[in-house]
T-cell receptor, first 113, second 112 residues
Framework: SQTIHQWPATLVQPVGSPLSLECTVE??????LYWYRQAAGRGLQLLFY??????ISSEVPQNLSASRPQDRQFILSSKKLLLSDSGFYLC????????????FGSGTRLTVV | GDSVTQMEGPVTLSEEAFLTINCTYT??????LFWYVQYPGEGLQLLLK?????DKGSNKGFEATYRKETTSFHLEKGSVQVSDSAVYFC???????????FGTGTSLTVIP
């Protein structure tokens, strides 16, 4: 069966520090991968998606970047965090070309202080 | 562009009350429609989906019918429980795109 792992679950980082959130999927190959952010009191915002290794599409210009070094690994990064980067970050995957809904990871709550 | 408009919350209901959370969409073509649920401290989980007009998705006592004529996908449950307290997101996936569009979420609190 397919599973998605996302870590860490919570993170408190000072302003200006770097960030690395990791997401891995097991039990499938060539998935579509996504990073979403849910800011406090707001809905989900798509940040990045990837349809293959090294292929990253950015939906919103911002202080973050994403990479997909392996087929089932998706990393969200920042060189210098801002206060506005605080939020709940969700990784998700979907089978390539399918009409299924997403399967989400358990999320990372990031607080920038 | 494609979008989802969802009833704003928060919604507070007594246990065993009837629940409706409205969702309407704007999309070209024939989207698939979804409801996701986010329990406190957790990520989103797929609750139910419908892939074509007049389909009814159902799960855990929740139902939603894909109404093309009214571009709606309202979520309903006949008798809510305290354990249903969560944030509910309506979403659509277009057949021409590679991404989902989510509503802003509706927070539901069920009190005993």
């Amino acid at each position: 069966s397919q599973t998605i792992h996302q870590w860490p679950a919570t993170l408190v980082q000072p302003v200006g520090s770097p960030l690395s959130l990791e997401c891995t999927v097991e039990g499938t190959s060539n998935p579509n991968l996504y990073w979403y952010r849910q800011a406090a009191g707001r809905g989900l915002q798509l940040l990045f998606y990837s349809v293959g290794i090294g292929q990253i599409s950015s939906e919103v210009p911002q202080n973050l970047s994403a990479s997909r070094p392996q087929d089932r690994q998706f990393i969200l990064s920042s060189k210098k965090l801002l206060l506005s980067d605080s939020g709940f970050y969700l990784c998700a995957w979907r089978p390539m070309g399918s009409n299924y809904g997403y399967t989400f990871g358990s999320g990372t709550r990031l607080t920038v202080v | 562009g494609d979008s989802v408009t969802q009833m704003e919350g928060p919604v507070t209901l007594s246990e065993e009350a009837f629940l409706t959370i409205n969702c309407t969409y704007t999309a070209t073509g024939y989207p698939s429609l979804f409801w996701y649920v986010q329990y406190p401290g957790e990520g989103l989980q797929l609750l139910l989906k419908a892939t074509k007009a007049d389909d009814k998705g159902s799960n855990k006592g929740f139902e939603a019918t894909y109404r093309k004529e009214t571009t709606s996908f309202h979520l309903e449950k006949g008798s809510v429980q305290v354990s249903d307290s969560a944030v509910y997101f309506c979403a659509l996936r277009t057949n021409t795109g590679n991404q989902f569009y989510f509503g802003t979420g509706t927070s539901l609190t069920v009190i005993p």
